[in-house]
């Protein structure tokens, strides 16, 4: 059994520690910085069907007290493919200060032969909670690693043996049930610092439903047959390509890594939420790839929901989650927020928009846009035309939410063209009342159908790119111009230099406040009196609202 180095122990059990890397890049988040994931909680979760002890930590507490690793057994790493930096340098750290059997996982996982090579003992491959059952069972309930033949035999995995990398193929996907029965762990949220006001993530839709291939010509020769079996064809005819184009939208790796839309029982949504809450959570989102397949795998039973836009929204089941959800007393009074995530424009119709408003009225809706050619869309392999896009952004508003649209500059079959186009849909997004326009640059991830391409041109090189990001930028900074003079309610979780930081309650713009540090831990009404940025603005705080920062509760 592997020991500790820390000669105060006087018991030998093993413990986990479990680091959240997620959208940190080389160390250090730069946006989403209120978002708390649900893979690392997910992960614990099967440590606590075996009460094995964990804590989860995120990067950076850990950089600043690496020594902490001392206290632990195993290693367990939640990164993407993004966060390779931040994961190594955590595998450094153990190597100085820890000392047992390392592993990591989460969509970086697809990356597998360099994290072997760059010491980690196991990388689990794709969705993780069955293989770290597996492992728990095999010996790493002990804080040592299963014999080898025993790894050959786990689905999931990939470690190196007699020097060459074995890999054991993706881990086996979840049914509904199983995301009953493996339920995230909620007392770990306390681990993360600020918990209380930070937009923690429950999932209930795993996978997507747009299993449509892209039409463009990779870089391989390979190219669509145009057999039209992806959107014509069976439900499950379409799990697989007669040319082995990977499902999805190009530049995503949610459809090849999870596979299809499976939603989760609304008792256990209830119960995590539910739970959450009791904790002191007050911001949770409703998370999957898409809100509205929830329960549309459900009407087409036993068949996979490999069709984005057939059928309709499950109506039915959205109310009911929703219902129950709002019946709970801190929903229903104020105290807690509900705020759902991505949402497939195609989908929406004046029937969901007006039940999202019914319950969600005044939060945040993500719509992936990503072109303004529907030439250029339909090559990529979107569910939905730039049209739809902007027919979802008028009736969200008139339904009272709040829609924020995604763009990606730097795709493969980006022309002057397509970015001439794509401004123009971002323009009238803003004009219909679409809040923010996201653009990122895209990258190529592996698993995708797009892995093979070159990353896109940082927007200052490229003519088309430019002008993407420089509209984006000019829309963004309008919106926040308007914001000038109002009010908003925000939560304040931490400093930046002299000011207290920020985050509306129900989303939106991080606001820096002039000696807002000492109302940490409150919900506050502040005004906006500049905007510092596209994605900042500064504020004063007016009134208190209420404390809601849990300060009871320990985390041991």
């Known amino acids: 059994m592997v020991k500790h180095r820390n000669p105060k122990r006087s018991t030998i059990m093993t413990r986990v520690l479990m680091i959240d890397c997620l959208a940190r890049g080389k160390g250090e988040r730069r946006a989403t910085l209120d978002v708390v994931g649900v893979g690392p909680r997910s992960i614990v979760g099967v440590l606590e069907l075996f009460n094995i002890e964990s804590r989860i930590m995120v990067f950076e507490e850990l950089a600043a007290n690496p020594a902490v690793m001392l206290e632990y057994d195993v290693l367990m790493v939640s990164a993407m493919s993004s966060d390779k930096g931040c994961a190594f340098k955590a595998l450094r750290y153990w190597k100085e200060f820890g000392r047992g059997p390392t592993i990591i996982g989460g969509p970086i996982g697809e990356e597998y032969t360099l994290l072997i090579e760059k010491g980690f003992d196991l990388v689990v491959v794709g969705e ?6 597996k492992l728990l069972k095999l010996g790493l309930r002990d804080g040592v690693l299963p014999e080898v033949d025993r790894l050959k ?7 190196k043996h007699n020097d060459n990398v074995v890999f054991t193929g993706r881990g086996p996907r979840l049914s509904g049930q199983d995301l009953d029965f493996y339920r995230p762990s909620t007392k770990r949220i306390i681990d993360y610092p600020s918990y209380w006001g930070l937009r923690i993530y429950v999932e209930v839709v795993r996978g997507c439903s747009n299993f449509y291939r892209p039409k463009i010509k990779f870089p391989s020769g390979v190219k669509c047959i145009d057999c039209d079996i992806c959107r014509s064809g069976e439900l499950r005819q379409r799990l697989t390509c007669p040319v082995n184009i990977p499902p999805g939208c190009g530049y995503c790796s949610v459809p090849a890594l999870y596979g299809p839309s499976r939603s989760k029982p609304i008792d256990a949504v209830y119960r995590e939420v539910k739970e959450l809450i009791e904790l002191g959570a007050t911001r949770i989102v409703l998370s999957g790839p898409d809100f509205l397949d929830y329960g549309r795998d459900w009407l087409v039973e036993p068949d996979p929901l490999t069709d984005p836009r057939s059928p309709p929204p499950n109506i039915d089941a959205i109310k009911e989650l929703l219902e129950r959800l709002w019946n709970i007393s801190e929903v229903s009074s104020g105290e807690v927020a509900i705020m759902i995530e ?21 939060t945040p809706v993500h719509i992936g846009c990503e072109t303004g050619s529907i030439e250029h869309a339909l090559a990529i392999g979107r569910p939905s035309t730039p049209n739809e896009c902007i027919k979802a952004v008028e009736l969200l508003v008139k339904h009272g939410l709040r829609p924020y649209l995604y763009f990606i500059h730097g795709l493969p079959g980006q022309t002057l063209d397509t970015a001439y186009e794509t401004i123009k849909i971002m323009e009238e997004a803003f004009s219909k009342g679409a809040e923010k326009i996201t653009v990122y640059r895209f990258s190529p991830l592996p698993g995708t159908a797009f892995e093979q391409f070159p990353p896109g041109p940082p927007a200052h090189s490229n003519p088309a790119s430019s002008l993407i990001y420089s509209k984006a930028t000019e829309l963004n900074k309008m919106y926040k111009n308007r914001l000038i003079g109002k009010n908003i309610e925000a939560v304040v979780v931490g400093r930046r230099g002299s000011y207290g930081v920020a985050y509306p309650f129900y989303h939106g713009p991080v606001i820096l406040v002039n000696d807002g540090i000492r109302f940490r831990g409150y919900l506050v009404e502040i005004k906006i009196t500049k905007v ?9 705080v007016l009134r208190v609202i209420r404390r809601i920062e849990k300060t009871s509760i320990s985390k041991r």
């Open 342 to 362: 991505n949402i497939k424009a195609n989908l929406v119709s004046e029937e969901v928009a007006s039940l999202l408003g019914e319950y969600l009225k005044g």
């Open 532 to 540: 510092i940025s596209d994605r900042l603005v500064e504020g004063q």
């Open 153 to 159: 035999e786990t689905q999931g995995l990939a470690f």
């Open 128 to 133: 993780g909670e069955k293989v770290v059952e």
